[in-house]
């Protein structure tokens, strides 16, 4: 079996649609095909400042929602970042075979970092990406199940490891995207411009996935679309009712091309009714699941300790070889 990664921060508490439909989503799928590992990415989370009870409730909340979502423990690996120990005892090599100016290129932390300012911007910001690196190819992955933004981190992980292999010999699997073109980029309600992110400037273009079902439902009837009428899939001309014809196409499993068929004449208002009601039939129970997961905290540790035990059993098999290939001294 082909061996899939991934990982999600914790540290918006609730997941949102962007999160779910770009990638959560094929990780459910996935798992039923491939090898699969994914992680709560707690050491990720703490790049920027966080409270410490918040991350523990946020990193226990994300895992309950992978499971809400889909992700069985008897199929997939799930297990919390910090747990395995050699993804920052790997994180440290790979800071050493990527370059300072291949790291400045990375756009998120571009765009993080000017958010944060100067002073607020850490050099953790800065290495994220060669974490990213690290939990990647500690597992020998061959595909990475994310959304768009997640790209440009994947590639440099190739590069990465391509000249780690070509100096040391045969030592990484090189890891493609995995990527679906109608989910790669769920827009914002509010803006179709820019991508739905927790830094959204306006909340209302946010679909968060634990909201109150009626909250989330009226976000959708608002979503901006166009002055014209005709429900149509442009995402040049109309990408307000491009994005919610690729959402309701996804969560629905019916054609872009039924979709507009079945609206052909109805207008707008129509189809964003019938959306929120398609939103809120999903999230509802999702919600309810979630709520369960978090209400038997021993089964939710217990899942993950069981993953982060798997997890270490690959990792640590992998962080041994390449001590080896840099020359540590084994430790007797
Ligand atoms: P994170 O936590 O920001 O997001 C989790 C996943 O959700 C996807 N995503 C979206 N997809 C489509 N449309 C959107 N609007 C949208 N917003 C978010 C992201 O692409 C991501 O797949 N750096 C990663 C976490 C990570 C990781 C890894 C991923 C750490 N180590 C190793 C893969 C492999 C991140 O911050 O994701």
Known sequence: RPRVLSGIQPTAGSFHLGNYLGAVRQWVSLQETHDAFYMVVDLHAITVP??????????????????????DPERCTLFVQSHVPEHAQLAWVMNCFTGFGEASRMTQFKDKSAKQGAEGTTVGLFTYPILQIADILLYHADQVPVGEDQRQHIE???????????????????????????????????????????????????????????KTAKKVRSAVTDTDTVVRYDPEAK????????????????SVAELEQAYAG????????????????????????????????????????????????????????????????PAK
């Open 239 to 254: 990408p307000g009712v491009s994005n919610l014809l690729g959402i309701y196409s996804t969560l629905t499993g019916r």
């Open 266 to 329: 109805k207008g707008y208002g129509a189809l964003k009714t019938e959306l929120a009601e398609v939103v809120t039939d999903w999230v509802t129970p999702f919600r309810t699941r979630t709520e369960e997961y978090m209400g038997d905290p021993e089964t939710l540790d217990a899942i993950l300790a069981k993953g982060a035990e798997k997890a270490r059993a690959v990792a640590a098999e992998t962080l041994a070889e390449v001590y080896d290939k840099v020359g540590f001294l």
């Open 50 to 71: 966080q409270d410490p009870e918040e991350l523990r409730r946020s990193s226990r909340l994300a895992a309950a929602q992978l499971l809400a979502a889909g992700l």
């Open 156 to 214: 440099l992980t190739r590069d990465v490891a391509a000249r780690f292999n070509g100096r040391f010999g045969e030592t990484f699997t090189v890891p493609a995207p995995y990527i679906l073109k109608e989910t790669a980029k769920i827009y914002d309600l509010q803006d179709p411009a820019v991508k739905m992110s927790k830094s959204a400037s306006s909340p209302k273009g946010i679909i968060w996935l634990l909201d109150e079902p009626k």
